[in-house]
């Protein structure tokens, strides 16, 4: 569970892994500002569309959810917000998402979050053997079981993804 290189920074996330008894290995790496998930996977010589964002948005109620998507997918909010039964649905302020989760911008993990939050996974993370989720700090990923992450998050599946190009 451990690495050598660097250790393994406690977050919420981490105690809620230990406690569940759910095997991860934890990556450091050089964060950067605005790396988003392609410096994630050339830091860990991963393929981008294994490290899952963890994207944190608000219907026009200001209801807030968390959304697992793929690190070279962006979100179809059209299509989330019929699938959610809602008018439209955003991205949170990085203020907002703090209030929300109890974690920074860039350091968002869907585990452990401040307030318990409606979460969606896109069903085509559950195809992947692993994932590289954010473990709760800047510069951390979690490799884990996507077939875990969703038992744990009960995260209901949609299918949202578009290709960023689009």
Sequence with gaps: ??????????????????????????????????GGTAV?????????????????????QQRPLVILMHGDRQVS??????????????????????????????GTSPLGTRKKLPIYMEQSILELAVIYLNGGKR???????PQEVHQLLNAQLVQVAVDIAD
């Excluded at 959610?84 to 209030?99: I, R």
């Design 77 to 106: 909010t059209k299509q989330l917000a019929r699938t959610l039964g809602v008018k439209q649905v955003a991205a949170c302020t990085p203020e907002t998402a703090l209030k929300h989760t109890g974690y920074q911008v860039g």
């Design 139 to 145: 510069g951390f990923l979690l490799e884990i079981s």
């Design 1 to 34: 569970m451990t690495m050598a290189k660097a250790k393994i920074p406690v977050t919420p996330a981490i105690r809620l892994l230990r406690q569940k008894k759910v095997p991860f290995v934890g990556h450091c790496y050089p964060y950067r500002d605005h």
């Design 40 to 60: 994630c996977a050339q830091e860990l010589q991963v393929t981008e569309h294994a490290v899952i964002k963890t994207l944190i948005m608000e219907d026009e």
